[in-house]
T-cell receptor, first 120, second 113 residues
Framework: GAGVSQSPSNKVTEKGKDVELRCDPISGHTALYWYRQSLGQGLEFLIYFQGNSAPDKSGLPSDRFSAERTGGSVSTLTIQRTQQEDSAVYLC??????????????????FGPGTRLTVL | AQSVTQLDSQVPVFEEAPVELRCNYSSSVSVYLFWYVQYPNQGLQLLLKYLSGSTLVKGINGFEAEFNKSQTSFHLRKPSVHISDTAEYFCAVSDFGNEKLTFGTGTRLTIIP
């Protein structure tokens, strides 16, 4: 079946502009995650959705970053007034309803190909 | 807070030689451990995971990893590597109450023909 898809695959923008990055999770997956992969910082968690709610936004680096999820499906990550340090690959992942893995439930995350954002 | 350390940023290995990629983690609670692989210009793919039970876990493409609780390690091994194993490998941890994955900085595995 179809995996996680992200669009656009590449985005070049000018400093100060707003950008929107889209994630289409695997059908039926209830959880959705955004991560950022950059040269200096490695892979960092940004935000997690369960359904349309975001119980963990702890990784969003500033108030210029926001995300929403509608209909328990598509998610959009918005970066306002982009800065050069926002340049990175933005990865989205989704996971099915939690499964038992010993002591507790866990979510296996399936990743999309990412959106490469370049801020000039 | 949890953290993951991958001590080797780059590992060159001759084709058909064995390889070990090291991963150490810190966490105050029980953890789940993962290895992901990222092939050039592709997304992350799950190689293997440790949830509970046997400390030796086997994954795809002939990789395996061993969970060592006393040493807080989860090293990845393969007895004989192939050119197609050239990729970046990420160790990750999630712990109780946290849905997010915390990743190491990655190890770039380069296979020398």
């Amino acid at each position: 079946g179809a995996g996680v898809s992200q669009s656009p695959s590449n985005k070049v923008t000018e400093k100060g502009k707003d950008v929107e990055l889209r994630c289409d999770p695997i059908s039926g997956h209830t959880a959705l995650y955004w991560y950022r992969q950059s040269l200096g910082q490695g892979l960092e968690f940004l935000i997690y959705f369960q359904g349309n709610s975001a119980p963990d936004k702890s990784g969003l680096p500033s108030d210029r970053f926001s995300a929403e999820r509608t209909g328990g499906s598509v998610s959009t990550l918005t970066i306002q007034r982009t800065q050069q340090e926002d340049s990175a690959v933005y990865l989205c992942a989704s996971s099915p309803p939690a499964r038992r893995g010993g002591l507790r439930y866990y979510n296996e995350q399936f990743f999309g190909p990412g959106t490469r954002l370049t801020v000039l | 807070a949890q953290s993951v350390t991958q001590l080797d940023s780059q590992v060159p290995v001759f084709e058909e030689a064995p390889v070990e990629l090291r991963c150490n983690y810190s966490s105050s609670v029980s953890v789940y451990l993962f290895w992901y692989v990222q092939y050039p210009n592709q997304g992350l793919q799950l190689l293997l995971k440790y949830l509970s039970g046997s400390t030796l876990v086997k994954g795809i493409n002939g990789f395996e990893a061993e969970f060592n609780k006393s040493q807080t390690s989860f090293h990845l091994r393969k007895p004989s590597v192939h050119i197609s194993d050239t990729a970046e490998y990420f160790c990750a941890v999630s712990d109780f109450g946290n849905e997010k994955l915390t990743f190491g900085t990655g190890t770039r595995l380069t296979i020398i023909p």
